[in-house]
């Protein structure tokens, strides 16, 4: 009885064996039948696209530049809430960060195009979604990766002629390509590190009570009083010192030079409480505090893009506003 057994089960086996092997030849007759490309894409069979194609022209060839837009859930940020990216909204986003920030680092005047691809990122990965932490404060940019990939959020809901939709992006985009530049290229950590030590903060729990209740929004990334004040540009700037400086860079690139001469003249008028001298004299002392550091670092920033960059932050700014105000142009 046993050996009947056996011998049924060695059957079964080999009839599944030979049914497998059937269905792969099968498969592979098809595919050499095909007249459509199944090469591998990140070690898959899915089709070159083209999407596909257009960013090996666009990206891949010139800038050596790896586009990866199909899911992997396993590249978000741990703890963050993203999902896939909505394939028709792909190329319209990657046109914009091209016209906004490739073909500005590339203009002869400013990087060009030698300068860029010994400083280019290797990667540029897209998500549906924003980059939400455990306390619901959205992030610019994925802290746990390498500089040499960027990481772009909000796919799902951007449009290449809203305003707004194209700052936030241009915001992140330059914030974190002046992080790869820090790390490229080093900087006095110690001496940037002095300015402001003490106003760092450990999460974003401070950030997500004083948005308690109300939405985040594009407050969120715009330079704040609140934070003008205590010597920021923004409510990013407090989370570690390389935030600090991404920021202050990705501030100068994506606003006019009146811009931030007013953000200044915010963070130097200080609070009013003339009922109560001593508070006031206390609102003074800090107002000139920060109005210092906040001085101290832009200077130092100015000063790394001159000397160790090569390049004039505020010739990039202007190249910079001067393409962001022309391209919202062309897309009405």
């Not at 746990?144 to 002629?161: A, C, D, G, I, P």
């Not at 991404?246 to 006019?256: D, F, G, V, Y």
């Not at 963070?267 to 800090?286: L, R, T, V």
Request: glycine share 4%.
């Amino acid at each position: 009885m046993k050996k009947n057994i056996s011998k049924t089960i060695r059957y079964v086996r080999q009839g599944i064996f030979i049914l497998a092997t059937l269905i792969s030849i099968a498969g592979c007759s098809e595919s050499g039948l095909s007249d459509k490309s199944v090469i591998g894409i990140e070690g898959t069979t899915e089709q070159v696209t083209e999407l596909d194609q257009w960013i090996l022209e666009t990206f891949t060839s010139p800038y050596n530049i790896e586009i990866i837009y199909r899911w992997n859930r396993n590249e978000a940020q741990d703890g963050s809430y993203t999902y896939p990216p909505d394939l028709t909204k792909v190329k319209s986003i990657l046109e914009t960060i091209k016209a906004l920030w490739i073909d500005v680092y590339t203009l002869p005047e400013l990087g060009d195009a030698d300068f860029f691809i010994e400083k280019n990122p290797i990667k540029i990965y897209l998500y549906g979604g924003k980059n939400l932490d455990a306390n619901g404060v959205e992030h610019l940019c994925n802290t746990e990766n390498t500089t040499r990939e960027m990481f772009l959020y909000n796919v799902n809901e951007f449009n290449k002629s809203n305003k707004e939709q194209v700052y936030l992006l241009m915001r992140s985009v330059h914030h974190q390509y002046t992080r790869l530049l820090m790390e490229t290229l080093p900087y006095n950590r110690n001496a940037f590190l002095k300015v402001s030590r003490n106003r760092y903060l450990e999460s974003t729990k401070l950030i997500a009570e004083i948005f308690k209740g109300r939405p985040q929004g594009i407050d969120l990334f715009e330079p704040s009083p609140y934070a003008n004040k205590r010597g920021f540009f923004t409510f990013h700037s407090f989370l570690s010192l390389e935030s600090d400086f991404a920021e202050i860079a990705s501030i100068k690139l994506t606003h006019s030079q009146k811009d931030i001469m007013d953000f200044l003249e915010e963070a130097k008028e200080p609070y009013q409480d003339p009922a109560n001298p001593d508070i006031q004299a206390q609102y003074d002392e800090d107002a000139r505090q920060a109005y210092k550091e906040l001085t101290e670092k832009l200077e130092f920033v100015e000063n790394y893009f001159k000397k160790t960059v090569k390049l004039s932050l505020n010739h990039l700014q202007i190249v910079s506003i001067k393409q962001f105000n022309k391209f919202l142009k062309e897309q009405q």
